[in-house]
């Protein structure tokens, strides 16, 4: 059974950075085929695919958020992490991360998904 | 950047089906994008329905279907009922990474 779970702060400033946590189960990221996104959605507006890191450390990008998006892992934790510099209240969001097989292009289980809301 | 493109509506009655569209701002949506469809109800992350343009992802039910029509691709629900009202998104693959595109709310009435 797959599970994934995000963490991180739910309120941070304009300019900060915000660091987010997937924490999963069920699967592992050093297994050939295996990946974890992130994907955000403001409240009220469409889904929003941010990043994607494979088992094989290949990591993929929105190229419009590039500039501000790192994406790791650390697979002894089964742990997937999202960092994103320079954040503005457009930004809020309810921020998932999701499982995904490589050659299926599907994010096949999701987490509960996290409200992260920047304001000063 | 290419725009992912859903009617942002749609309404069908119970019983009936319905089929809803995902494009490109510029060109055709081929199996090459291996679409994949979302379903959200509110509170909810989203479930997916299809992936790889028209494999059933585990437990979704043979009433939902997709497919290429045209230059987009499609997902037909047939026999829609009242707990298929939700908001519905499409996820195209573009140049090694995704893109959803805006949704399309469902209305069954």
């Known amino acids: 059974q797959i599970t994934l779970k995000e963490s991180g702060p739910t309120l941070v400033k304009p300019t900060q950075t915000l660091t987010l946590t997937c924490t999963f189960s069920?699967?592992?990221?050093?297994?050939?085929?295996?990946?974890v996104g992130w994907i955000r959605q403001p409240p009220g507006k469409a889904l929003e695919w941010l990043a994607l890191?494979?088992?094989?450390?290949?990591?993929r990008y929105s190229p419009s958020l590039k500039s501000r998006l790192t994406i790791t892992k650390d697979t002894s934790k089964n742990q997937v992490v999202l960092t994103m510099t320079n954040m503005d209240p457009v930004d809020t969001a309810i921020y998932y991360c999701?499982?995904?097989?490589?050659?299926?292009?599907?994010?096949?289980?999701w987490g509960q998904g996290t409200l992260v809301t920047v304001s000063s | 950047q290419t725009v992912v493109t859903q009617e942002p509506s749609f309404s069908v009655s119970p019983g009936g089906t319905v089929t809803l569209t995902c494009g490109l701002s510029?060109?055709?949506?081929?199996?090459?994008?291996?679409p994949s469809w979302y379903q959200q109800t509110p509170g909810q992350a989203p479930r997916t329905l299809i992936y790889?343009?028209?494999t059933r992802s585990s437990g979704v039910p043979d009433r939902f279907s997709g497919s290429i029509l045209g230059n987009k691709a499609a997902l037909t629900i047939t026999g829609a009922q009242a707990d298929d009202e939700s908001d519905y998104y499409c996820?195209?693959?573009?140049?090694?990474?995704?893109?959803f595109g805006g949704g399309t709310k469902l209305t069954v009435l």
């Open positions: 790889n343009t028209n």
């Open positions: 069920g699967f592992s990221l050093s297994t050939r085929a295996m990946g």
């Open positions: 999701a499982h995904l097989i490589w050659l299926q292009f599907q994010f096949d289980y």
């Open positions: 510029s060109g055709s949506v081929s199996t090459n994008y291996s």
């Open positions: 890191i494979y088992w094989n450390d290949d990591k």
């Open positions: 996820l195209l693959y573009m140049g090694g990474g995704w893109v």
